[in-house]
């Protein structure tokens, strides 16, 4: 609770499908999910599902305007001061001036910071994110770290973020799980597992070398 946990591994080790039973999306054929010391079973409530959110590494936007998909959350959940809410979110996130602006005019970077946007101004306890910066330059991959960072920070979010850059979970984890063929591998505070990882494929996943 409250930190920043990054999942590594190698392509089809299962980050992302882990990411979607975290979301609710999908149900575990055999284990137990175990949210905030309960275990979810069956239907999932409302007010659970509300409590987390995701943001995919590819940002699903609806057509209209910026203001329109980040004020969409709230809408949906009746919620109140919605334009100041949007208005703040979208300053930090560094996108003030696109409120009116229609989704389609947005450069790949823009659109991810507005579905990030649009994730936080619900204010959720825990984001999910699925390698929200793979297909981002260096500028707006960089300003999406600061804002988890400064996200977490400032507000205590709990962060799960699935990422293949093992350099970005050094600079953002407070925690990193190694998964390999579906299975946790390790996870460790993240000194711990960068400096002194205790299994053989973990070091050789930071080392950069082929794992299987």
Do not use: W
Not at 17 to 31: D, H, K, M, V, Y
Not at 41 to 67: D, I
Not at 75 to 99: C, D, H, N, Y
Request: glycine letters at 8%; a positive charge.
């Amino acid at each position: 609770r409250g930190e920043i946990t990054c999942i590594v591994g190698p392509n089809g080790a299962g980050k992302s499908s882990l990411l979607r039973l975290l979301n609710f999306l999908e149900s575990p054929t055999s284990g137990q999910i175990i949210f905030d010391g309960h275990p979810v079973n069956g239907q999932v409530p409302l007010a659970l599902k509300r409590r987390v959110t995701t943001v995919f590494q590819r940002p699903l936007l609806l057509s209209g305007s910026v203001y329109e998909n980040v004020a969409y959350g709230l809408k949906l959940r009746g919620e109140k001061g919605i334009e100041a809410r949007v208005r703040q979110v979208l300053e930090r996130v560094g996108l003030a001036e696109f409120a009116r602006a229609s989704v389609r005019t947005l450069s790949g970077g823009e659109a991810q910071r507005v579905a990030l946007a649009r994730a936080i101004v619900i204010e959720p306890e825990v984001l999910l994110l699925d390698e929200p910066t793979a297909n981002l330059d260096p500028y707006n991959g960089s300003l999406i770290e600061k804002i988890v960072a400064s996200l977490n920070r400032e507000q205590g979010t709990t962060i799960v973020m699935v990422t293949h850059n093992v350099f970005q979970a050094k600079r953002l984890a407070h925690r990193v799980a190694f998964l390999l063929g579906g299975r946790e591998i390790e996870i460790a505070p993240a000194e711990q597992f960068f400096t002194a990882p205790t299994d053989p494929r973990t070091a050789a996943f930071i080392r950069g070398e082929m794992v299987y």
